[in-house]
């Protein structure tokens, strides 16, 4: 089985943001020494954080440190690229659950063997942790990256029928993704891992605790009907996406 942490390695661009359809697609396995030294990268900055030496990561891929500067350019520039890489390993798994702009998805066996396997996520599960216990604007780039591709699969989702439309997408999506981050962090406050380099079993242990219930509200909904949300949209000023209440049946 492929490593989740495989995929295509983009052309060198320049540094400004991109939208999720620039970003790169990891189609195919690539072992070049570019991915080689991301890949490292990433294992050691999601088990040890971004204090890591360079000539760790360096040595982790069989490079020279000055090989891995040649690359990236600086220590920043390689997370950037990591950042990069997670968030297209996000979106793409987030498009296999839910759908892509084709209408194509996972099948409930794909989903599965995901589950089954959910300890190869460790890595970009830890990873994420690692960005946001960092903070800083590189912290901040990273988690509005991973609403504005929210945004874009969610849409996708909408346009081929798997998730209702919402009175404000945007807003749904950056509650969406902050809701989860604090989800995540808090589960591992409360329930702090043996081994935190072992990101395969804190990834493991959140789903054990909150896959069922997170998948049951998500499918199934909370509230039975509409009398809240109608009591909020009287009052709210504008109403979101110009949606006035409508009378509870």
Same mark, same amino acid.
């Given at each position: ?7 295509? =390695?983009?052309?060198?661009? %320049? ?8 970003? &790169? ?22 088990? &040890? ?26 220590? =920043? ?7 990069? *890489? ?12 839910? $759908?892509?702009?084709? $209408? ?10 995901? +589950? %089954?396997?959910? &300890?190869?996520? %460790? ?13 800083? &604007? ?14 874009? @699969?969610?849409?996708? $989702? ?16 950056? @509650? ?9 962090? +808090? ?17 493991? %242990?959140?789903?054990?605790? *909150?896959?069922?219930?997170?998948? =049951?509200?998500?499918? $199934?909904?909370? +509230?039975?009907?509409?009398? +809240? ?5 009287? @009052? ?14």
């Amino acid at each position: 089985m492929r490593s989740v942490l495989q995929g295509a =390695e983009p052309a060198p661009t %320049g540094t400004g943001p991109q939208t999720p359809d620039q970003r &790169e697609t990891p189609d195919v396995p690539d072992l070049t020494g570019r991915a080689r030294i991301r890949d490292a990268a990433l294992l050691r900055f999601a088990s &040890e954080g971004f204090r890591v030496p360079v000539r760790t990561i360096a040595a982790d891929a069989g490079v020279s440190p000055g090989l891995v500067i040649h690359h990236f350019g600086s220590k =920043e520039g390689l997370r950037r690229a990591c950042d990069e *890489h997670v968030l297209v390993l996000i979106r793409e798994n987030k498009r296999n659950v839910l $759908g892509d702009e084709h $209408g194509s998805r996972g099948s409930p066996v794909d989903v599965l063997a995901q +589950l %089954g396997s959910i &300890e190869e996520y %460790g890595p970009v599960l830890g990873y994420v942790l690692r960005s946001l216990q960092e903070g800083g &604007e590189l912290a901040r780039s990273f988690v509005a990256s991973m609403v504005d591709d929210a945004v874009a @699969y969610i849409a996708d $989702g909408v346009a081929t029928g798997t998730i209702k439309p919402s009175l404000d997408e945007s807003a749904r999506a950056r @509650y969406l993704v902050t809701q989860s981050l604090g989800t995540i962090l +808090l589960d591992l406050t409360l329930n702090p891992p043996a081994d935190p380099g072992d990101t395969g079993s804190v990834i493991r %242990g959140y789903v054990d605790r *909150h896959g069922l219930p997170s998948i =049951e509200l998500f499918t $199934g909904g909370f +509230l039975t009907d509409r009398t +809240l949300l109608d009591a909020y949209l009287r @009052y709210a000023e504008p109403p979101p996406g110009g949606q006035a209440a409508t009378p509870a049946p």
